[in-house]
């Protein structure tokens, strides 16, 4: 008879219910045989569940053993698999009540000396588990992740094979884990440090009020990568729904320090040389990428045009959807990837284009190459460009009088309030931001007035806006009105809007 315990395959961020069937043979060869579509990570397993076996003092019999990872045509990846073979193994020798386990989903990695290692995917797990009226088996060191998943969940979040074998005979129990919040150092970088460039703070805030994309163009040292990292100090936190889609894709990527979550929202920032894999996910394993782990989020491109041009481009998709789909021969894997792109690049190559009595030795090719290498669609993603020109000494030198991150962080707040509050109310609760609004809805909430019509029709025949630049204007412009505390959109939201977007530094 065959013995059978319950764990995931994880397909995005989706935990997929699968089988581990475990028949130890009456002859045959004394062999361990995996089947039903397993990576390399999970043969391997065997060999690791033999040596944790062996070092808990149970030793498995000298006859053919078979595993099966039902359904078999689902591909299987990870390491997580080890310890529900184990499982399956102990039941079938006797080591543990057989009944002890259909209660129960398990997942966790072994050592050789059968300790359990701490494993990604435990928060989506713990969730599954939960949706299925079932308690969760799991390494001691991810028990805080599971304890999220709620109150009424049994987890039992072991160090070690033997202490399990000790909780499920009901000699010494494990203790449950307490869900845990991550202490992060209080004091982000703050805006009050940035003298002057009061353009590229309002676009700042604006940005960080509506969610929207921005690009800032600038010499070396005006401070474009310091304006950037300190966004983060005028988000609001993650709200419950946002922190645990943030925290299940941190959990994924095995990137949930302690099993504790955090309400800060994610600021990834990779460097140029990011491969495309590294960016929007996949690789060797399917993986969540950089757009996904920035998922609620900011994503930010430092020196833009230095990244590779495809990589750039693969980023135009999760850019309009919202998610990323990474295609295998046998999966499709799809990853929410909604995050806000903030890029800063200098104008040309040697930096200075533009800068009034600086002439660049290449001419206008200097900066016409540079800004090449952004392609056209992908700059029509990005609602606010700006230009940060350099600060002058005098202004350096001068008494510094910038306004602090937390005032800047309240208007954002309010504005945030403003729009879920109407999402809310036309029947969307999961939108949060006028950037994530679709086509009609941002249509619907913004309803310029007539003058403000005319405006956008004139601009838009002038500077032959596409249509997805019209929406992006419009959902900036009911952005600005939210700041403003304005109920409708008019004429003065529509020309900064437009001001932004038109705000040609790359041509
Ligand atoms: N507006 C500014 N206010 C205060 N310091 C600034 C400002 N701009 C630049 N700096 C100083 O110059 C340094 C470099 O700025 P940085 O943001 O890296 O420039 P960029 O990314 O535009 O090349 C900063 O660390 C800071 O010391
Ligand atoms: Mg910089």
Redesign the pocket.
């Known amino acids: 008879m065959a013995t059978r315990v319950q764990t995931v395959a994880f397909q995005g961020i989706e935990a997929v219910p699968v089988d581990v069937q475990v028949q130890i043979a009456t002859g045959g060869l004394p062999i361990l045989v995996i089947v039903g579509l397993p990576d390399k990570a999970v043969k391997e397993s065997g060999e690791r569940v033999r040596a944790a076996l062996t070092a808990s003092g149970l030793s498995l019999p000298a006859r053919r053993i078979i595993v099966n990872l039902a359904p078999a045509d689902l591909p299987k990846e990870g390491s997580h698999y080890d310890l529900p073979i184990a499982l399956g193994l102990m039941a079938a020798i006797g080591a543990i009540p057989n009944d002890a386990l259909s209660g129960h989903m398990a997942l966790g990695e072994l050592g050789l000396d059968g300790r359990l290692a701490p494993t990604a995917g435990v928060l989506p797990a713990a969730i599954a588990a939960h949706a299925r009226d079932l308690g969760i088996i799991c390494p001691e060191p991810s028990g805080p992740e599971a304890a999220w998943a709620g109150e009424e969940i049994d987890i039992i979040a072991a160090e070690s094979l033997l202490a399990l074998v000790n909780h499920l005979g009901g000699y010494q129990l494990c203790s449950r884990p307490v869900a845990r919040r991550r202490l992060l150092p209080a004091g982000l970088p703050d805006l009050a440090?940035?003298?002057?460039?009061d353009v590229a703070r309002r676009a700042l805030e604006v940005a960080a009020a509506g969610g929207h994309n921005l690009l800032m163009i600038?010499?070396?040292?005006?401070?474009?990568?310091?304006?950037a990292l300190r966004l983060p100090s005028i988000l609001p936190p993650l709200n419950p729904r946002e922190l645990l889609d943030v925290s299940m894709i941190q959990s994924i990527a095995g990137e949930l320090a302690d099993g504790a979550l955090s309400d800060r929202r994610p600021f990834r920032a990779p460097h140029h040389s990011a491969s495309m894999a590294a960016l929007v996910g996949g690789g060797l394993k399917v993986r969540p990428g950089e757009v996904s782990l920035a998922h609620n989020g900011i994503l930010f491109l430092?020196e833009l045009p230095e990244f590779t041009p495809s990589v750039l481009d693969s980023l135009r998709q999760p850019l309009e959807a919202g998610e990323t789909v990474i295609a295998r021969a046998n999966t499709r894997v799809t990853f929410p990837a909604r995050f806000q792109l903030v890029a800063?690049m200098n104008p040309c190559k040697c930096g200075l284009a533009g800068t009034p009595g600086h002439t660049c030795k290449r001419g206008d090719a200097c900066a016409a190459d540079y800004q090449g290498r952004i392609s056209g669609p992908f700059l029509d993603r990005i609602d606010i460009r700006i230009d940060?020109p350099a600060?002058s000494v005098a202004d350096?030198i001068g008494p510094a009088s910038s306004e602090p991150s937390a005032a800047v962080a309240a208007r954002v707040a309010g504005a945030r309030e403003r729009q879920r509050q109407r999402f809310l109310e036309r029947g969307h609760p999961g939108i949060f931001t006028n950037a994530a609004a679709g086509p009609t809805l941002i249509e619907a909430v913004a309803n310029p007035d007539q003058e403000s019509q005319n405006l956008l029709l004139q601009a838009a025949e002038r500077f032959s806006l596409s249509a997805r630049a019209y929406h992006r204007v419009l959902k900036v412009a009911r952005t600005l009105a939210d700041l403003g505390g304005a109920e409708k959109v008019a004429r003065p939201h529509i020309a900064e809007a437009l001001s932004y977007r038109l705000n040609l530094g790359v041509s």
Do not use: C, F, N, T
Request: charged share 20%.
């Open positions: 440090e940035v003298r002057g460039q600038g010499p070396p040292g005006a401070g474009k990568s310091m304006l430092d800063a940060v600060v350096m």
